[in-house]
């Protein structure tokens, strides 16, 4: 652990530089995510019976196999088909991965909205769209927002498995810094500093949002 | 005993039309051939015991149960279940629920603003005055940038009958609008009923209470097994009902 400071110091440039990497990684899947984990949340919650069971194949096949499995099918067998970079076949198999598990969450948060909530919209003769729009899109969100945050700080951290298929996001840039400094200790817990202050911000954003949607949680100001 | 004299004689036009009304869920049948009318002005309340399909019926007339048989007609118009008819339908439907059901994340303002804005596209400031008025109406012109969540149930019942009267409805349907309250909140719910009562508004009431029902209502309505066992001005039903069936539950109803 000689001159970690010193190390910390020199490595700084390559590791904010692979941080851009890793967040903009991680925001390029987690947005496919969100818009495939609607998409199969909707599969799930229709009423179509082929349509649910499309969902819930989907759900179970991606849960059901390791990301880094995920990674390298997508990587290596998208090469037959189309030659992606690195980089966007990571984010592929990332919003792969994190669609399933979004779509779980989105469709819990759905099925949290009291049947009552939306037969009160109806009555006062609002459509299927408005009520969703104005009751039960909002109301699911209030709910999820702590449980999505949850999955967005596991999606950052799951990013370092891109680093196999040659990405030189952060966890890359850690095993490049092992080898070239014969200093693996010190790589990995440089890298697990830039991880948490990562991970901590995003937990800040999260708290941020979740306290400015829950205004009606709070007691009345007297 | 009864004091129908205050409210406004019933008019002529009938504004609910039910005709052999069949619900079935499944396999049960619970509502099994049903012909009522409510008339301009007319306050009905459901009475009978638990199961005997009274809440069905009062969701049937805005569609948010679907007849299996029958016909019914809301000022003239046949009820479909196509979304444009129902939501043209319901938007001039008062519905007031039992747990108030009103929108957690909106203020009470907005809660009554929503539906006026998105469904008769009025202007902010139109919806909001008229929000204005009927708060000043059931007494809660201070609450409107409350959440429902900092009301007591009978203020929230009361905002749930305001958001109701925005949209400026032929037609209140009351679901045991009292039901869930504490027995103290109930006057208040109650009171607000009684005076839209009183200015003439079409009603029709799923209640347990008898005093409201005996006081305020121009015809109770007994539903049991299905169908409907009894019905006329309330001193006749509750006073001497005609049916065995009626005498039963209302022999219950007072041993309790």
């Known amino acids: ?222 | 005993m009864s004091d129908n004299a205050t409210h406004p004689p019933v008019g002529e036009e009938v504004i609910v039309h039910m005709e052999n009304i069949v619900k079935r869920f499944g396999r049960t049948t619970v509502l099994d051939g049903i012909d009522l009318d409510v008339h301009q002005g007319e306050v009905v309340t459901l009475i009978g015991p638990s199961g005997a399909g009274k809440s069905t019926l009062l969701r049937c007339v805005n569609g948010l149960e679907r007849i299996s048989d029958g016909r019914i007609e809301v000022d003239g118009q046949r009820l479909s279940y196509s979304e444009a008819d129902i939501n043209r339908l319901r938007a001039h439907i008062g519905m007031v629920f039992q747990q108030f059901n009103l929108f957690p994340h909106m203020t009470v303002m907005e809660n009554i603003m929503v539906a006026q804005r998105e469904v008769l596209g009025r202007s902010a400031d139109e919806a909001r005055e008229r929000g204005e008025t009927l708060l000043e109406r059931v007494g809660l012109a201070h609450k409107a940038k409350a959440y429902p969540g900092n009301l007591s149930g009978g203020q929230q019942q009361r905002v749930a009958i305001a958001r109701a009267l925005a949209m400026d409805p032929t037609v209140m349907l009351f679901d045991e609008p009292t039901s869930a309250l504490d027995p103290e909140l109930v006057g208040e719910v109650l009171d607000v009923m009684r005076t839209l009562a009183d200015e003439g508004m079409t009603m029709m009431v799923v209640t347990h209470e008898m005093r409201f029902a005996r006081n305020v209502a121009d015809r109770i309505v007994l539903l049991a097994d299905g169908g409907i066992a009894e019905q006329g001005p309330p001193e006749q039903v509750l006073d001497s009902p005609s049916s065995e069936r009626g005498r039963t539950f209302l022999e219950e109803l007072l041993n309790h």
């Open chain 1, 1 to 222: 652990m000689d001159g970690f400071f010193e190390l910390f110091a020199e490595y700084a440039p390559l590791f904010l530089e692979a941080s851009w990497v890793t967040l903009r990684l991680t925001a390029a899947a987690l947005l496919m995510a969100m818009v495939g984990g609607a998409l199969v949340s909707a599969l799930a919650m229709s009423r179509v019976r082929i349509l649910k069971w499309i969902a819930t194949v989907y759900i179970g096949i991606v849960r059901g196999t390791p990301l880094i499995t995920q990674i390298f099918i997508i990587y290596f067998g998208l090469a037959y088909i189309i030659t992606l970079p690195a980089f966007w076949a990571g984010a592929l198999a990332l919003a792969f991965h994190n669609s399933a598990y979004i779509a779980e969450i989105i469709r819990s948060g759905f099925q949290a909205v009291p049947k009552g909530l939306v037969e009160a919209a109806r009555s006062l003769g609002m459509s299927r769209a408005k009520t969703l729009k104005r009751v039960q899109a909002p109301l699911a969100l209030r709910t999820t927002l702590p449980v999505l945050g949850n999955q967005y700080i596991i999606a950052v951290k799951d990013s370092s498995l891109v680093s196999f298929i040659g990405m030189t996001e952060l966890f890359q840039t850690s095993r490049n810094m092992a080898a070239s400094t014969y200093q693996p200790l010190t790589a990995y817990i440089v890298v697990a500093v830039y991880y948490l202050v990562i991970v901590l911000a995003l937990t800040a954003l999260v708290s941020w949002l979740e306290h400015r949607l829950s205004a009606h949680r709070r007691p009345a100001a007297a």
